[in-house]
């Protein structure tokens, strides 16, 4: 079977920069270890520096579980990321409404951003599999 190329190594090394707040786990579809490292400052920094290895399995284990397709995980990533409580890759994603909705709103009074964080991947995925 073919890879579905959903997810990238590069990308997630540059979150592993940020690592630390657990933006590589969120990434690749970890938000309960994501969330433990936001709190913990990757497991103290043990976590963290332990990821540079695991990278490579975390992004075939999303790799096989995320549909591929029109919306790309990376851009969606970038987006939220950066400018996620503006709600621009809401936009990216075809969700004008709900967009709109965190533009004005601050991501939804951060909860919304959150919200994305946890969901990210699996929202792009459903899309992905209309």
């Known amino acids: 079977m073919a890879k579905s190329d959903t997810h990238s190594l590069l990308i997630g090394y540059l979150l592993w920069l940020f690592g630390f707040t657990g933006a590589h786990r969120f990434y690749y579809g970890k938000p309960v270890t994501g969330t433990i490292?936001?709190?913990?400052l990757g497991l103290f920094f043990v976590g963290?520096?332990?990821d540079l290895l695991l990278i490579p399995g975390m992004e075939a284990q999303a790799e096989s579980r995320f549909k591929g397709g029109r919306i790309s995980y990376n851009v969606?990533?970038?987006?939220l990321t950066f400018l996620g409580i503006l709600g621009f890759h809401r936009f990216y994603m075809g969700k004008f409404l709900t967009g709109l909705l965190w533009l004005l709103t601050?991501?939804?009074f951060l909860i919304g951003y959150l919200y994305d964080y946890w969901t990210l991947n699996e929202q792009v995925s459903e899309i992905n599999g209309r």
């Open 106 to 108: 601050g991501g939804l």
């Open 37 to 40: 490292w936001f709190f913990t």
């Open 76 to 79: 969606a990533w970038i987006l």
């Open 48 to 50: 963290w520096i332990i």
